[in-house]
């Protein structure tokens, strides 16, 4: 158990609809990071943020938003959501804002299927 | 910009067969490498690490050795368990900005099959 929590593990959805995934990170963490894994692109970095604010961005969509609070829980919001949104969604989590070579940690993922 | 190439799978092996999975990488500072694994179900676990040319890096068995005239960094492993099925992912940070914040690629994932 990596101590990163994802909500929920499966998600099933409409073209057009729009959906929340949450994030806990592990406890004492804060910086946390989103990944898209989908079966043609890989594992792609979405955004990280550190302690409540953007850190870095990666390859995320128009459509895609996500926001840290102040207890460093986190929420990936997809909108308008197209059948190639169809994937598994990891967030991790590490202590500091990866300047350093410090690991994450990752949960186990929201697998969203869009329909 | 930064890219890391595996080689594709999916690898079946029998067990205590020998295992080398391949990653190449492109980067254009000095990278730090890592092999991530991820089980099934499961998030992904970083396996182990190099920081810097020649360095090896090793764990359960996995060794990893970080090649910077070939630009690579193959996982290895001598004799494979079927606990070892798992997909591994071959990643680089590099070290260019100092102070910002530097994201881990990934290539795309090798899926390793260890059969009884």
């Known amino acids: 158990d990596s101590g990163v929590t994802q909500t929920p593990k499966h998600l099933i959805t409409a073209t057009g609809q729009r959906v929340t995934l949450r994030c806990s990170p592990r406890?004492?963490?804060?910086?946390v990071y989103w990944y898209q894994q989908s079966l043609d692109q890989g594992l792609q970095f979405l955004i990280q943020?550190?302690?409540?604010?953007?850190?870095a961005k990666g390859n995320i969509l128009e459509r895609f938003s996500a926001q840290q609070f102040p207890d460093l829980h986190s929420e990936l919001n997809l909108s308008s959501l197209e059948l190639g949104d169809s994937a598994l969604y990891f967030c991790?989590?590490?202590?500091?804002?990866?300047?350093?070579?410090?690991?994450?940690?990752f949960g186990s993922g929201t697998q969203l299927s869009v329909l | 910009g930064n890219s890391v190439t595996q080689m594709e799978g999916p690898v079946t092996l029998s067990e205590e067969a020998f295992l080398t999975i391949n990653c190449t990488y492109t980067?254009?500072?000095?990278?730090?490498l890592f092999w991530y694994v991820q089980y099934p179900g499961e998030g992904l676990q970083l396996l182990l690490k190099?920081?810097?040319?020649?360095d090896k890096g090793s764990n359960k068995g996995f060794e990893a050795t970080y090649r910077k005239e070939t630009t690579s960094f193959h996982l290895e492993k001598g004799s494979v368990q079927v606990s070892d099925s798992a997909v591994y992912f071959c990643?680089?940070?590099?070290?260019?900005?100092?102070?910002?914040?530097?994201?881990?690629?990934f290539g795309s994932g090798t899926q390793l099959t260890v059969l009884p």
């Open positions: 991790a989590s590490s202590p500091g804002d990866t300047t350093t070579n410090e690991k994450l940690f």
């Open positions: 406890s004492g963490d804060l910086s």
């Open positions: 943020y550190y302690n409540g604010e953007e850190r």
């Open positions: 980067a254009t500072g000095y990278p730090s």
């Open positions: 190099a920081t810097k040319a020649d």
């Open positions: 990643a680089l940070r590099d070290k260019i900005s100092s102070g910002s914040a530097r994201q881990l690629t």
